[in-house]
């Protein structure tokens, strides 16, 4: 895949496409998505933003060391969610967060097949040593995924982060070395391989 960076980045999966948010046609679903506290109840944007303030807030997003890239349904072309990816270069890791604001596809899958192929941009294109995600501690669902990704439970920063209800959440690290990615993506090829 070629992509310049800092322009727009676009990506694909067999069932949906990722593509940079552009401030200036803000999909009327994102308003939706950040006035509803059970979408928003584990994510640190702030809530209840219009369009103009939805606009202002993704203009920081600059496909360098910020991408925000709009999680589309491949079939119905529909918005579901939002992927971010925080950059930082002089340590050569980020940190991933993925909001899936249509309910419909919650346990659906949606967030494994997607994040697996961010995963592959940014180790296979952006030659990234570390991916790191930081879950808070009762959003099941997410430390479902990254163990089911094989992320490696770092450690637990207790009560580290205000939730939208005022309290304090415990945040739980999960982080993804590309060397183990890499040694996985090996060992399926061999799997593939002996089988067929």
Request: glycine share 8%.
């Amino acid at each position: 895949m070629k992509w310049k960076y800092g322009t727009p980045l676009l990506l694909g999966t067999e069932n949906y496409v990722l593509q940079s948010v552009n401030p200036a046609a803000i999909p009327d679903e994102f308003v939706t998505w950040f006035s509803d506290p059970e979408v928003m109840r584990f994510m640190n944007d702030p809530m209840g933003m219009d369009k103009s303030k939805l606009a202002s807030y993704f203009s920081t997003y600059n496909n360098k060391t910020r991408i925000a890239m709009t999680i589309y349904d491949r079939k119905i072309k529909s918005p579901i969610g939002i992927f971010k990816i925080y950059i930082e270069a002089p340590h050569n890791h980020c940190h991933t967060s993925v909001l899936i604001g249509d309910k419909s596809y919650w346990g659906t899958g949606a967030v494994l097949e997607i994040r697996e192929r961010v995963i592959s941009f940014l180790f296979k294109g952006m030659k990234l040593n570390k991916i790191c995600g930081y879950v808070r501690g009762r959003n099941f669902p997410a430390l479902f995924n990254y163990t089911k990704q094989k992320f490696t439970k770092e450690g637990v920063r207790k009560q580290h982060m205000r939730n939208h209800e005022g309290g304090l959440d415990d945040v739980v690290e999960f982080a993804l070395l590309r060397e183990e990615w890499l040694k996985r993506q090996e060992e399926n090829s061999n799997e593939e391989t002996a089988r067929g």
